[in-house]
């Protein structure tokens, strides 16, 4: 038994907890999937921010949809690739509340690509959360927008074609040619330095939302060990080799201008 | 303004929606209906209220699912073929149990069709449209007056129900004037929404959702459903007679037909034929019983509607084989022509009553 517990003055101090805003429940998701931790992050914007309380989450189809088991905040679901637009009716019937959604790559650049630019051309003051990790994964592991060229998937089994099954389409990008969007960032669930770096892009764009900024996209490129076909471990090495090559980590919209 | 006017009809739906306390209004362009949407344009933002024009019908319907979950009041508008794009999220309103209010200012089709009134998506709105076992509420207006008194209905049931309303309309009651006069009564008082999404402050989290993953629990859902759409098939149904106390012979028509036919009833009766009108203004619920109770008392029936023949499936699935049902309609954004109706009031007449029933 050490010293320290006989002391009377000696008080544990709580140097890590769970956030309030992430709700103490088992996961379901996969091992080694990055939704989880892209949960957590946002769980900690929102506890840090103070904001909890007047957060509404939209989350569609795919795995993405089920954040409300694990976000204590109110959330609704959306169709498949229509949350924007659903986000887009909350906040606009209730300014004063902070909206975000949650999307993956098949709802966000495919389905759902027209919702997706029109609401970051209207600049709707919303954070969208687009987690990439370059497959369908609740379906069952299909090609996405975001599949890099050549690689395998249920769709593409003999890999991505890009002469004919179009090359990976880079969505920071795209949308930073518009003249709405207030912060745009691409940030990756590479290892504890990217996990950091998230948690920041997901504060700077809450609370750039929180004051009125106008619409934010974080681009969070995540593991998805099981449809990259991967072990946890290659999935994350997947990211960093394959993945930001293809998709640069960085800022490209920021305070409203393109960085170029 | 003056409470006595000369509107359109989709003026009248789009200043319904206001005085009903419409919150958010959310469209795109398409003919017939455009007047609407530009109303909308003009005069929500005077009353502080939300107006977008959407990128497509289907951003349109959900941005309308994302405003009623806030728990206020709010409306898209579109004709048949931006209708059908709607339908993917008129399921999810229906399951979400969100009320909401959709407007359809039917035009000819199929497919692209053309922009000519017409009553082909009868089927579509009274039988669910979308996937899944659901019922929207369904109005049907025949003037530009019940246009706009339908629309205060239409956000007051939407709420009473927790269901999405449907007005089913047409062209060319959309686009014709007519004097109405406006409604001056308060907006319909909304119930409490404790489900509304609008932060978890002192409350657990609320949740929007229609996907049940649990074992069993999307059946009870749909239990729960179908008991609320029983409620509302006993305490919802609406309809309108005219000389239908007397009647030898039956016409039921809605919206606009019923307009056709009410003058070939009177034209018919001047012609010694006893003829009478049904007119359903809920084509869902369906006015069923009334019209079984009336085929008891006819020598037939006359379903009079622009389409190929949707309403009338209905009449006989009322009626049975205790009446014969008879059919005159046009297609294609073609109008039926009252003489036309006349003779086949006048046709059905010179049926001989089958046998006794009373």
Known sequence: ????????????????????????????FCPGCGHGTAHKLIAEVLDTLKIREKTIGVAPVGCA???YYYLNCDISEAAHGR???????????????IVFSYQGDGDLAAIGMAETIHAANRGENITVIFVNNSVYGMTGGQMAPTTLSGQKTATSPCGRDSRTMGAPIRICELLSTLDAPWHIERVALDGAAGIRRTRKALMTAFKGQMEGKGYSLIEILSPCPVHMRLSPRDAVLFIKEGMIPAFPLGVFRQEGKAIT | MRNRVLMNGNDAIGEGAIRAGCHAYFGYPITPQNELTAYMASHMPEHGRVFIQAESEIAAVNMVFGAVVTGKRAMTSSSSPGISLKQEGISYLAAAELPAVIVNVQRGGPGLGNIAPSQSDYFQATKGGGHGDY?????????????????????????????????LTDGRLGQMMEPLSLYTGKPPKPPAKPWALTGAKGRKPNHIRSLLLEDGALEKRNLALQAKYKTILTELVGFDEYLTQDADVLTIAYGSSARIAKGAVDKARARGVKAGLLRPITLWPFPKARIRQLATKVRGILVVEMSAGQMIEDVQLSVGDITPVVFEGRMGGAVPEEAAVVDALRRLNTQKPRGARK
């Open chain 1, 1 to 28: 038994m050490s010293p320290t517990r006989k002391s009377p003055k000696t008080k544990s101090r709580n140097v890590y907890r769970r956030p309030v805003s992430l709700l103490e429940r088992p996961t379901h």
């Open chain 1, 65 to 67: 949809v089920m954040a």
């Open chain 1, 83 to 97: 949350t924007p637009a659903v986000a887009t009716g909350i906040k606009r019937c209730q300014p004063d509340k």
């Open chain 2, 135 to 167: 019922h929207l509420i369904v109005l049907a207006p025949n003037s530009v007056q019940e246009m706009h008194d339908f629309t205060i209905d239409a956000f007051a049931l939407a709420d009473r129900y927790r269901n999405p309303v449907m007005i």
